[in-house]
């Protein structure tokens, strides 16, 4: 069958996006392919397409939850029944039971630290995986933006499963990052996709402001005139929850905030009122996005700039997905230039922090040989340590060979291992603030901005757009609603969620 053929029948698409079908075509001659992709450049067409055509499973690796729920979910959409994910929100007797009809399935989704488990792979051994495929593998390299370390272990879990095929896609990594993930996944054979990620129909503006008070002014303005939906990122959990609250004060409808901080219920449901227009505007931290299928976003405003190039590409390509013209406004003080720095340094441990852990480590060891790791990641929360910072400790003392069978060694914490693991951390500052310097001298470039970023990329633009950016020029008033727009009536969430499952009707509220 012509893959034309497939994809009009399977996804009802008359023709292939740029790049796409040269990356099916690479697969299937056997070639492993690491491929850059715009967001929203129809990734998942990529592997299913050949997972249809190669006889055996397709793993794919997820680093998020939402996002592993959302392919699952487009997937089965389209009528697929064959696709299980394995992550928290499936319990052991579902996985388990996953695992004993392993045969039945065609597409499995995972995340990294489930294709450590033996258990896990040595179901996988039993059938033929044709396609392994890493999503956002620029996860892979410890000089991205958003390193997990449980990427780095990908490429024995690929040789346990006999080594197949590879696909690793990411919207966004330089050349170094690209070759860190061939490197990291000890791929040969590679076929390098590269593809613009210029995105012309979303308008670039960066805004200077003297004031607080008149940067949520100029945000209420925006957000009451701006066609919706938007989103806004903010630094921190008490700004998403203050400039939500502050726009219903002020009278705008269908505003709900969002972070990390929040139950996990309250944030599916506030992503599903989002996505089924019953929201018109999201004010969140970097937490929401990821994995949120919505083609109609028109703007995305940030009330703080991320802390570095990647992320804010990242946040602003989760508008116009449907092609159509969106902007990206950045409202700039002066104030906003130290949120950068103290969440850069609140994501890794200081040295104190280190010193201190070890110590508790050491005298929980007196009587034992070995700790687990639950009870070292337990003794590290005593210590002061965050999740993130014990993935990072965790990571650093298995490379350092500290590890056996899931537990530390009391003979190798050292002194000299604690010095190794705070040069790591001061590595990772130095690049994560040399990251922030090229976020700051994009935002003082005065030449046009579209060009300044992708240059970054080693990318160039692709056409000249009417609205590019503020430095080329924007009219925003093509951006402006052109009828007020109405939403539906939000209720607390608990309703609501009772609403979206069913158990009551809308109309038992109006
Ligand atoms: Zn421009």
Redesign the pocket.
Known sequence: MKLENLLYEKFGYAAFRAGQKEIIQDLLSGKNVVAMLPTGGGKSVCYQIPGYIMDGLVIVVSPLLSLMEDQVNQLRLIGEKRVAAFNSFRTMEEKKEVLRNIEAYKFIFASPEMLQSPFFLQALKRVKVSLFVVDEAHCISQWGFDFRPDYQKLQHAVRQLGNPAVLALTATATKKILQDIIDSLGLSDTALHFHSIDRPNIA?QVEGIDTLEEKKMRLLSYVKELQGPGIIYCSSRFWSEALAEGLRAEGVEGVSHYHGGMEQEERMLIQQQFINNQLRVISCTSAFGMGINKSNVRYVIHFHYPANIESYLQEIGRAGRDGKDSIAVLLLSGADHDLPVSIIQDELPDQKRVAYFFSLLKKSLLQRDTISFADAEYIGIAAGLHEQHWRFIRYQLEELGAVQDGCILVSALSSEIQQIINDKVLDRLNNKYEKLQAMRNWLQTLT????AFLRLFHDK?QK?PKN??D??GIDVTDYKQIQKEKSMPVYEWKTELQLLLGMKRRWDYE
């Open positions: 670039i046009c901005r579209r060009e633009k000249q590019c950016c430095i080329c």
